[in-house]
C-alpha cells in the first residue's frame, strides 16, 4: 500500500470526477493531492500549468503509495484545454465575488457530481494555485462554485486539504456504514435472558456477603446495579467474564474471611 | 488572517472537543493539525509525548497563522493524564481489531460530540502517531473508535488530513447553508414575466429577420428556444444585457443588409 516499486494498486472506480489543479506550485502538493484522492476513490488528476514542470520526484515522494494517480496524470497548457471533453465542470472558490453563478456547499456539489457521474457524463472539479486561488477567467469556465462550509475566521485551506474534503465527500456520499455499531470480537451481543442471569449471580452474591442487608434499601439499590448493566451492549464474553469476577471476589471474601477468622481464633 | 506576529484571532467557539495528538512525530504535521482545527472551529490541542519535544518552532511555520491554538497547547505525558478532565473520549483508528467497543463513522462520531458538548461536558478526539497509529492501550482509554468511511484500497491517511475530516464534519454539523444557491451581484433572479418580455422581444426580431419563416416549424422552434432559457435561473442584469445582444444584432444586420444592397446596387 505504500510500497515504492509502482505504489498501491489503484484504479478508476466506475465514472468518478477528473480532480484539476490550475497552476499548482508544489509538487509536495500535488502528491499530497493524489494520497487524498486515492483515499477518497478519486482517480483522474489534470495539471493545468504546473510551475515548476512535470513530471517532479517530490510529487512521487509525497503521495505515499497514490503512483498510479500521478502516472496517469496528463498536463495541460490552459483549464479551457484541461475541461474541454467534460459536459460539467465545479470550481472550488473559498470567497466568490462580483460574479453570478451557483454557489454549492462542498456537499451539495458530490451530490450533483454523483447525479451527474451516473448519467455517464464527464464531470471535473478545479482547484485553484496555493496562494491566489483560481482566478475570474478560471471560474469562468465552471458551472457552479463550491464553497465549503468551514469558519469564517479562518478561511485559509491546503492545497490537498481542500482536495481531502472533496474525495472524502465523493467517497461518503456512496457509503452507506451505519452511523455506530459495536465491533465485537467475534462474540455476540448478549441477550437480555443472558444480561439478568449475570445480575442475578451478582444479587445473590451481594446478599450472600451482606452488601444488600439494608433490606428498605435493598430494592433501589438493586435497581441502580441493573441500570448500569443495563446502560450499554455487553457482549456474552464480557458476561462470563463479569460472571467470574464475581464469582471469584466472592470466593477470595470467603477465603479472608476464614483466614480473619483463623486469626482472631 | 496568516500573518506572523500572532497569527489570525482565534479563540475557542463555544464547548468543542479537545484535540489530543498522541506521540506526534512531526512538528509540520503538529502545525497542520492546528491549521485544520482552524477551519473546523475547533481550538482546544493536547500533544502527548511529543517525539522531537515542545514547543517547535516548525509547528508555528506550518500552522498558517493558526497560532493561538499552538499558544495554548498543553503537553501531557501519557493519554490517560490528557484525558483525565475529560468526559468522553472518541479514538480514530483506520484499522479497530481484536477489541470490543463501538465504532462510529466521522459523522456519526460528530453527531454524538455535538450531543455531548451541548450536554456541557468535555469530549476528546484521539489521533494516533504518523506510522503507527494508536496503540491497544490508547484504545482501552475511549468510549468509542472513529473509522471514517474511505477507499479500503488506500487506507493511509495523513494525519492532518484526519484532523481535517474531523473538523470539517464537526464545522458542517452546524452550518446551515442551502446545498445550492445562486451569488448575484446585487442583481435579482429574473421572474418569469421578465423573462417573458425578453423571449417575446427574441421572438419578434427572429420573426422580422425571417429565422422563423417556416410556419409548421415556427411554434416548435420558439418552444425550444423558451425551453433553453428557462433551464436555469436568469438575473434582471443578464435579462437586459440578453435585450441588448438581440437588438444589436439585429441593427447589425440590418445595416449590414444595407451594406449588401447598396453593393448589389
Given at each position: 500500500m505504500t510500497g515504492r516499486d509502482g505504489g498501491a494498486d489503484?484504479?478508476?472506480i466506475g465514472n468518478s470526477p477528473v480532480v484539476v489543479l490550475v497552476r499548482?506550485?508544489?509538487?509536495?502538493?500535488?502528491?499530497?493531492?493524489?494520497?487524498?484522492m486515492a483515499n477518497g476513490g478519486l482517480f483522474?488528476?489534470?495539471?493545468?500549468?504546473?510551475?515548476?514542470?512535470?513530471p517532479q520526484e517530490k510529487a512521487w515522494r509525497n503521495s505515499s503509495g497514490a503512483d498510479r494517480i500521478l502516472d496517469a496524470a496528463t498536463v495541460h497548457p490552459t483549464v479551457a484545454d484541461a475541461v474541454a471533453d467534460l459536459h460539467h465542470v465545479f470550481a472550488t472558490c473559498p470567497r466568490p465575488r462580483h460574479?453570478?453563478?451557483?454557489?454549492?456547499?462542498?456537499?451539495?456539489?458530490v451530490a450533483e457530481l454523483r447525479q451527474i457521474c451516473a448519467r455517464?457524463?464527464?464531470?471535473?472539479?478545479?482547484?485553484?494555485p496555493e496562494r491566489a486561488g483560481l482566478d475570474n477567467d478560471d471560474m469562468a469556465e465552471a458551472d457552479a462554485l463550491v464553497r465549503f462550509p468551514l469558519n469564517p475566521a479562518f478561511m485559509s485551506l491546503n492545497l490537498a486539504q481542500a482536495v481531502m474534503v472533496m474525495a472524502y465527500e465523493w467517497w461518503t456520499a456512496a457509503?452507506?456504514?451505519?452511523?455506530?455499531?459495536?465491533?465485537?470480537?467475534e462474540s455476540q451481543v448478549a441477550t437480555k435472558g443472558r444480561l439478568d442471569n449475570f445480575l442475578t449471580h451478582?444479587?445473590?452474591?451481594?446478599?450472600?456477603?451482606?452488601?444488600?442487608?439494608?433490606?428498605?434499601k435493598r430494592p433501589g439499590?438493586?435497581?441502580?446495579?441493573?441500570?448500569?448493566?443495563?446502560?450499554?451492549?455487553?457482549?456474552?464474553q464480557e458476561l462470563r467474564t463479569l460472571h467470574g469476577v464475581v464469582t471469584e471476589l466472592a470466593i477470595g471474601r470467603r477465603r479472608r474471611g476464614r483466614l480473619e477468622t483463623e486469626t482472631e481464633a
Open positions: 489503484l484504479r478508476p499548482p506550485q508544489l509538487a509536495d502538493n500535488i502528491g499530497a493531492c493524489a494520497r487524498a483522474h488528476l489534470r495539471l493545468v500549468a504546473p510551475r515548476d514542470g512535470w460574479i453570478v453563478k451557483p454557489v454549492l456547499t462542498a456537499r451539495g456539489a455517464d457524463l464527464r464531470a471535473g472539479l478545479l482547484f485553484g457509503d452507506d456504514t451505519v452511523p455506530r455499531r459495536l465491533m465485537t470480537n451478582l444479587v445473590d452474591q451481594l446478599d450472600a456477603c451482606g452488601f444488600l442487608r439494608n433490606l428498605p439499590m438493586v435497581r441502580n446495579l441493573r441500570h448500569l448493566f443495563q446502560r450499554g451492549e455487553v457482549t456474552e
